[in-house]
């Protein structure tokens, strides 16, 4: 029989970010188990989109070498509506750690919160979706009681959306968010055109970061802008604003509308150098007024206005000396008036966007009475 300290553990995905969660649940369980009045995490599931490994009974999977035990897993791999069903029937008080950024397990989500299980994720696609599924999610919240925490799906740990929801909730007015959002813009533009110096050739600055491994395997996904447009809807929403999802405001992609079209990342890279004078031109047109350009996201709160794009900056703007792959979040505030609350630091990494879910997971412990 389960004791009442007893919380079991389900994490779906791990991958970059699911293994450095795992990693830091161990250190977290091994850690609470030294004192008796804390609760008991047992990790009952762990998936990956092909292999499943789980306890039928809910007792704790051991946590060390678990990736290797997951990939050498013979158990059936249970489908989505299958994990759902195993975790409602379990006797205990339930988290489900989605560190996929699949919408088919976001679409999922109000099911899930409705039968009582907790959820805590670093994937937008819940929402940032449609209103009416960030709607669904919190209604069947806050009937079932189950709770659900997402710090990392902007800015990966830093503490952005607490800090948002905690200025909504002490009752200052937020009126504007700008910021830097995605790691990727921010080294591209960081070293495209820095504040001291010169950079390379759009194209070259592309590639160079694809190297490094700072892109999406296909670069499009990041220059498109919908990753930054899913963070800024998340933040405009918990600001208050309806917005409907991330294509109902305007977003400037940079993919040349000739290469929109190429059958392959491959090809994406090879014909980008062709477009290198697009770039070049709002740099020099940038560099002649004593600015460089970054690629941002801004929330006008009281104009209901949301737009993400290329915007040019003094050169001693926190936005503009941003360094390496940094994020920047200013929120602009009544209380905090003319000086933004700025946060700053790394907005991507296996680790920190960990750290944002661990750091959920145990506020979700604190909060389960
Ligand atoms: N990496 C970062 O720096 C960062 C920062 C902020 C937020 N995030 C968010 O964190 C989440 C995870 O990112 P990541 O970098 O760890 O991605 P990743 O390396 O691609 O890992 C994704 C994991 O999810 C699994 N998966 C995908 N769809 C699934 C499904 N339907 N059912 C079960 N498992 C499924 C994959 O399975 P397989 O292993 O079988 O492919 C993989 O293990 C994403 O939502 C991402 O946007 C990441």
Known sequence: ????????????????????????????????????????????????????????QYSALPLSNLSSSLDSSTQEHLSLPKIIEYLAAAPAKVV????????????????????GINIVTPNKKAFSGSYKLWQDIFTAASTSGAKVYHESSVGAGLPVIST??????????????????????SFLFNNFAPTEGKGDKWSEEVKKAKDLGYTEPD??????????????????RLAGLQ?????SFPVQSLIPKELESAASGEEFMERLYEFDDQMEDVKVQAEKEGKVVRFVGSIDVGKKEVKVGLEKFDRSHPIAALKGSDNIISFYTKRYGANPLIIQGAGA???????GVTGDLIKVLERLS
Do not use: H, W
């Open 219 to 236: 670069p499009r996904d990041d220059l498109n802008g919908l990753d930054v447009a899913r963070k800024l809807t998340i933040l405009a």
């Open 349 to 355: 990494g296996g680790e920190v966007t960990a750290m």
């Open 243 to 247: 917005v409907e999802s991330p294509t």
């Open 1 to 56: 029989m389960p004791s009442p300290k007893d919380v079991y553990v389900a994490v779906i995905g791990a991958g970059g970010v699911g293994k450095c969660f795992l990693s830091q649940l161990e250190n977290l369980s091994n850690r609470l188990s030294k004192n008796p009045s804390s609760p008991k995490l047992s990790l009952v599931l762990v998936s990956r989109s092909k292999k499943t490994l789980y306890s039928q």
């Open 96 to 115: 489900l750690v989605d560190n996929t950024s699949s919408q088919d397990v976001a679409d999922a989500y109000p099911q899930v919160l409705a039968k």
């Open 164 to 185: 948002l929801k905690e200025l909504v909730d002490t009752g200052d007015e937020v009126t504007r968010i700008e910021g830097v959002f995605s790691g990727t813009m």
